[in-house]
């Protein structure tokens, strides 16, 4: 018995590729994971920004620790009105503290931290112009603060007492807006 090994010309092949239909179920899924994981990947620039603002506060409570010890040192940590040397730059102290905003011969708090163009600051509450200087006895470090609206910033409030009442400072972190 012989068997015939060629095709005839009326047989087909079969296809070795997709169908049309396959192909639009695979992209409707990938549209639908995309709808899926767009928000986690959307939300990973706030919470950058929160870990920076948190970090700022690291910074700023470690710089007043050192700033107060330099003060105590000196033996200007009770003085209403004093300055110190902070890494070759003069610093106002208030109370042991640097104040917010450095009004007569020395600088401020962002003297003290350098912090550079990457975080915004600006001095008092509300709408301001950031990285501009006016006197203040509170300055903020965020991102848009020239917007009241957005809270994305830590704070920090000098000493206000006198003589011995309110001696300490306030630190606060607002992340509401990031």
């Given at each position: 018995?012989?068997?015939?090994?060629?095709?005839?010309?009326?047989?087909?092949?079969?296809?070795?590729?997709?169908?049309?239909?396959?192909?639009?179920?695979?992209?409707?899924?990938?549209?639908?994971?995309?709808?899926?994981?767009?928000?986690?990947?959307?939300?990973?620039?706030?919470?950058?920004?929160?870990?920076?603002?948190?970090?700022?506060?690291?910074?700023?409570?470690?710089?007043?620790?050192?700033?107060?010890?330099?003060?105590?040192?000196?033996?200007?940590?009770?003085?209403?009105?004093?300055?110190?040397?902070?890494?070759?730059?003069?610093?106002?102290?208030?109370?042991?503290?640097?104040?917010?905003?450095?009004?007569?011969?020395?600088?401020?708090?962002?003297?003290?931290?350098?912090?550079?163009?990457?975080?915004?600051?600006?001095?008092g509450s509300g709408t301001?112009t950031p990285n501009v200087?006016?006197?203040?006895?509170?300055?903020?470090?965020?991102?848009?603060?020239?917007?009241?609206?957005?809270?994305?910033?830590?704070?920090?409030?000098?000493?206000?007492?006198?003589?011995?009442?309110?001696?300490?400072?306030?630190?606060?972190?607002?992340?509401?807006?990031?």
């Open positions: 018995m012989l068997f015939n090994t060629n095709k005839s010309l009326t047989q087909r092949t079969t296809g070795k590729g997709f169908t049309l239909i396959e192909l639009v179920v695979v992209i409707i899924i990938l549209g639908i994971l995309a709808v899926v994981a767009a928000p986690k990947f959307i939300n990973l620039q706030s919470d950058a920004k929160i870990s920076t603002v948190q970090g700022v506060k690291a910074a700023i409570q470690s710089s007043l620790d050192l700033a107060y010890s330099r003060a105590a040192i000196d033996g200007v940590e009770k003085d209403d009105r004093s300055v110190i040397d902070y890494n070759g730059e003069v610093i106002e102290m208030k109370l042991g503290y640097p104040e917010a905003f450095g009004e007569n011969a020395g600088g401020g708090l962002p003297q003290m931290l350098e912090i550079g163009s990457e975080i915004d600051f600006c001095f301001c200087e006016v006197g203040s006895s509170n300055v903020r470090y965020g991102y848009d603060l020239d917007d009241e609206t957005i809270n994305c910033h830590v704070r920090y409030i000098e000493p206000t007492g006198t003589n011995g009442s309110d001696t300490t400072y306030t630190l606060t972190v607002d992340i509401s807006g990031c």
